[in-house]
């Protein structure tokens, strides 16, 4: 196998993790959408600091286990939560 036939092989598979991870989040998106409609018809905040921490901290170690940086894992969850609570103020506001 050449050069380009591994980096294809490489892209190939990074492409395959990327529609995954697109899909995941797609899924995820579907349910804090569920989530933040109970919450508006329960009046409850739409962010929870206290659930937000312990995500946070358990991802990390998540991270930490799977050999991943957990400052980038935090980065990466920090801006999920920051779009969800955004979607949930939305959805709260009749936005």
Same mark, same amino acid.
């Given at each position: 196998m050449n050069d380009a036939d591994t980096l294809a092989r490489f892209r190939d598979s990074i492409d395959n993790i990327d529609a995954a991870l697109v899909?995941?989040? *797609?899924?995820?998106? !579907?349910?804090?959408?569920?989530?933040? #409609?109970?919450?508006?018809?329960?009046?409850?905040?739409?962010?929870?600091?206290?659930?937000?921490e312990n995500q946070i901290q358990r991802l990390r170690q998540l *991270?930490?286990?799977? !050999?991943?940086?957990?400052?980038?894992? #935090?980065?990466?969850?920090?801006?999920?939560?920051?779009?969800?609570?955004r979607h949930h103020q939305q959805i709260r506001d009749g936005s």
């Amino acid at each position: 196998m050449n050069d380009a036939d591994t980096l294809a092989r490489f892209r190939d598979s990074i492409d395959n993790i990327d529609a995954a991870l697109v899909f995941m989040l *797609a899924e995820r998106f !579907k349910i804090t959408q569920a989530v933040g #409609e109970f919450k508006a018809k329960s009046s409850l905040p739409p962010a929870d600091p206290a659930r937000e921490e312990n995500q946070i901290q358990r991802l990390r170690q998540l *991270a930490r286990d799977a !050999k991943l940086d957990p400052d980038f894992t #935090e980065k990466f969850l920090r801006f999920i939560i920051d779009e969800v609570i955004r979607h949930h103020q939305q959805i709260r506001d009749g936005s």
